[in-house]
């Protein structure tokens, strides 16, 4: 079972609002990523982080925002929420031996 | 360009009955191939993970094979269970960087009826 969670699971928010996804892993990852997932479609990288102090982007472009300053949490923040932004995002950690495993997921609906 | 394709896009079974989904494949040069359940709403959860020296692994009903020769690996489930009814995502892994690149198929989605 991997303990690595997301919150909150499920939020609807307006235009414009600032938000923060959380996501935190207690099994001493240092590799994190968030994914962005429209539902029927693949999963896209949009954030990744090697360790603390370290966040890259990914493969789609994102208006979001990522911190890393301690091992266990990488939030995510949208600074205006817009209705293209509704989607699901995953977050998910590696472990030494390549195994990943990701968290419950965040369901966002802009109105 | 580096892609993963599977197939069907979408299957539905009869519970008890057997099903084998298909993952195609060109990223290149090849790391590891894993197999993930994702239930509706939730994250996926790994059912296996493959490297190139190995053809087949399984995990309970879950049997995953790869010809890394051809790129295909496949996901046979047996005896399926309600249960089993998700999305079933192929990964695929890269050794051309230090982040292990994930290629991320679609997704085959698996409904099992009793």
């Known amino acids: 079972e991997a303990d690595i969670y997301q919150t909150p699971r499920y939020l609807v928010i307006g235009t414009g609002k600032k938000i923060t996804l959380e996501c935190s892993q207690t099994m001493g990852h240092d590799k994190m990523y968030w994914y962005q997932q429209d539902p029927g479609m693949e999963l896209h990288l949009i954030h990744y982080?090697?360790?603390?102090?370290?966040?890259e982007k990914g493969d789609l472009s994102s208006e979001s925002t990522v911190s890393r300053i301690r091992t266990e949490h990488f939030p995510l923040t949208l600074e205006s929420a817009r209705p293209s932004h509704t989607s699901q995002y995953l977050c998910?950690?590696?472990?030494?031996?390549?195994?990943?495993?990701f968290g419950p997921g965040t369901r966002l609906t802009v109105t | 360009k580096n892609q993963v394709e599977q197939s069907p896009q979408s299957l539905i079974i009869l519970e008890g009955k057997n099903c084998t989904l298909q993952?195609?494949?060109?990223?290149?040069?090849?790391?590891?191939l894993r197999w993930y359940k994702q239930d509706t709403g939730r994250g996926p959860v790994s059912l296996t993970i493959?490297?190139?020296?190995?053809n087949t692994k399984s995990n309970g009903r879950y049997t995953a094979t790869l010809d890394a020769d051809t790129k295909q690996s496949s996901l046979h489930i047996t005896a399926s269970q309600l249960s089993d009814s998700a999305s079933y995502i192929c990964?695929?892994?890269?050794?051309?960087?230090?982040?292990?690149?994930?290629?991320f198929g679609r997704g085959t989605q698996l409904t099992v009826w009793p």
């Open positions: 990964v695929v892994s890269d050794r051309g960087s230090t982040l292990g690149r994930l290629y």
């Open positions: 993952c195609n494949y060109t990223v290149s040069p090849f790391s590891n």
């Open positions: 493959m490297t190139f020296s190995e």
């Open positions: 998910a950690s590696i472990e030494q031996g390549g195994e990943q495993y």
């Open positions: 982080s090697y360790g603390v102090n370290s966040t």
